[in-house]
């Protein structure tokens, strides 16, 4: 999926197809397009991650990113930080928004 097409299926309300908005987040958190694809942009994908469980792919993609943007430490067997509000206290505290 090309990254222009993501971003509109992420700009719109979300519809039945999920496969869809995973494709989309895919492509927004993709290590390929780090150099066209802001914070802001991931973040919106962890927010729509997190909207429902169904989406919960959606979250892992956009915390992994962050990770690979952030260079914030992910101890080994654990779980990705996937809840938007410590995110956006680390992004703010290491000024990254």
Known sequence: MELEE?????????????????????AICAPDNADRVGIVEIVACLKLGNQSREYALIAECAATALYSRTNRNWPSC?????????????????KFL
């Not at 509109?8 to 197809?17: F, G, H, S, Y």
């Open 6 to 26: 993501a971003r509109q299926i992420l700009n719109q309300p979300p519809d039945a197809r999920t496969f869809r908005l995973i494709r989309a987040a895919t």
């Open 78 to 94: 654990t779980l990705a930080v996937t809840n938007v509000d410590d995110w956006l206290a680390y992004l703010i505290e290491h």
